[in-house]
């Protein structure tokens, strides 16, 4: 007998709650969260569509957990601790064997950062997946786009380039060593510790989802500044180094998304407090664009981002 949409929720996504600020969780028809006093709620949404953000034979494992982790990196990014998340779910029929692997690894995750699923729906359609999360930060903490200034530090954390290389070794490339170049393509973590860190001492902050250039460039555009990017400081794994070397394509790392590392502002005398992983890759002017230093000469690129309806 085909499972319920109750019942469905009830085997793949019912767990006790795990954190403190959550109340009410599955089964009834709100949530209800307790905000501590001090602290304001960040929310974030994300869809991911099939054959638009992942292909038809993506591992449901890795999509559940990688649907979760985006959208937890766009709280890494406010320095927001995630506390709960909501999910959405429009799927063709109902395969039992696909679910268990997707919830596997969107709980897995969930778990790890002790994060509640509280809440939901689930219809038939093409497959789509929605996730809303919602996160705590002190008030007047939190960090955003438009507060960079001129002089400031530019930092990344990780390494970037490498889940973009991971989407082209899917689409056909071959190298001696994919295996982590697909590790982040597939199953990004988001830099939660680093955001809790870094929001004592950034002026602006965003996570890398549709390329540094992209990304950078919507903090520039908020807070109105410009900046320089030094390619030879670009923290790069030795594969996609070697990818550079072998095909030319110098731009990958610096337009390439989904690695979910996070970029920041600091001032100089802040960056001196940083104990996190992290490379100074540029600094903030008043150019009003983003140049990168390339080779001794200094290139301007356009820093507009993936969209769906252009």
Not at 19 to 38: R, T, V
Not at 87 to 100: C, F, K
Not at 142 to 165: E, H, N
Not at 196 to 211: K, Q, Y
Request: charged share 20%.
């Amino acid at each position: 007998m085909a499972l319920s949409e109750f019942g469905l929720i009830q085997r793949f996504f019912t767990q006790p709650l795990k954190n403190s600020a959550n109340k009410l969780g599955i089964g009834d028809d709100c949530a209800l969260m307790e905000i501590p006093e001090g602290y304001q709620l960040a929310v974030t949404t994300d869809t991911m569509v099939e054959n638009v953000h992942f292909f038809k034979e993506a591992n449901p494992y890795c999509l559940g957990h990688k649907l979760l982790a985006v959208n937890l990196s766009d709280l890494a990014s406010m320095g927001a601790e995630p506390v709960a998340v909501t999910l959405a779910l429009t799927l063709p029929s109902v395969n039992e064997q696909w679910l268990a692997k997707f919830s596997k690894g969107f709980l897995t995750l969930a778990n790890k950062y002790q994060v509640d699923l509280i809440g939901g729906d689930t219809t038939q359609g093409a497959l789509t997946l929605t996730v809303q999360a919602l996160g705590l930060v002190p008030k007047n903490k939190a960090m955003t786009r438009a507060k960079a200034q001129i002089g400031d530090l530019i930092y990344v954390t990780g390494k970037i380039g490498d889940a973009g290389l991971g989407l082209k070794i899917k689409q056909g490339y071959s190298c001696e060593f994919p295996e982590q170049s697909l590790q982040q393509f597939n199953q990004p973590l988001p830099c939660i510790k680093e955001g809790l860190i870094i929001r004592e001492c950034a002026n602006a902050c965003i996570d890398i989802s549709d390329g540094i250039v992209a990304d950078l460039g919507h903090i520039l555009e908020k807070s109105n500044v410009g900046a320089l990017i030094e390619f030879s400081k670009l923290p790069l794994s030795n594969e996609v180094q070697t990818y550079i070397k072998n095909t030319g394509d110098w731009q990958l790392p610096l337009i390439a998304g989904d690695d979910y590392q996070l970029c920041f502002t600091i001032s100089p005398e802040n960056a001196k407090q940083l104990t996190i992983d992290c490379q100074q890759i540029g600094i903030i002017d008043n150019h009003k664009n983003l140049r990168v230093l390339y080779q001794e000469k200094i290139i301007t690129l356009k820093t507009q981002g993936y969209e769906h309806f252009s």
